[in-house]
């Protein structure tokens, strides 16, 4: 079993960078694939983007497509979220998500992970 832990959510200024941190205990790391999923007040938990077992594949929603990052370090255990260019739209909690794969395929449901942080709130005044 993997656990997770996401940091580094605050209140930031549209326009404005900012870096999400997700750290991971237990089984070995770069045996799962990892993703970013978000959810809004009042709207379901979408995905944001996700990064293969190797860390070589990524994709991402369109929304956040060439302002957002995801890079993984399988050493260290930690996969992070940088964020440029936030909008109001991406206000939100953030949730880091695991699950078993040695595959290059991006899962992009909820239900296709089986081990959830608590989640980070990144809010972004206009």
């Known amino acids: 079993q993997v656990q997770v832990v996401e940091s580094g959510g605050r209140l930031v200024q549209a326009g404005d960078s900012l870096r999400l941190s997700c750290t991971a205990s237990?089984?070995?790391?770069?045996?799962?694939?990892l993703a970013w999923f978000r959810q809004a007040p009042g709207k379901e938990r979408e995905f944001v983007g996700g990064i293969s077992w190797s860390g070589i594949n990524t994709y991402y929603t369109d929304s956040v497509k060439g302002r957002f990052t995801i890079s993984r370090d399988n050493v260290q255990k930690w996969m992070a979220l940088q964020m440029n260019s936030l909008k109001p739209e991406d206000t939100a909690v953030y949730y880091c998500a695991a699950r078993e794969s040695l595959e290059r395929t991006i899962y992009t449901a909820t239900v296709q992970y089986n081990y959830w942080g608590q989640g980070t709130l990144v809010t972004v005044s206009s």
């Open positions: 237990g089984r070995i790391f770069s045996n799962y694939a």
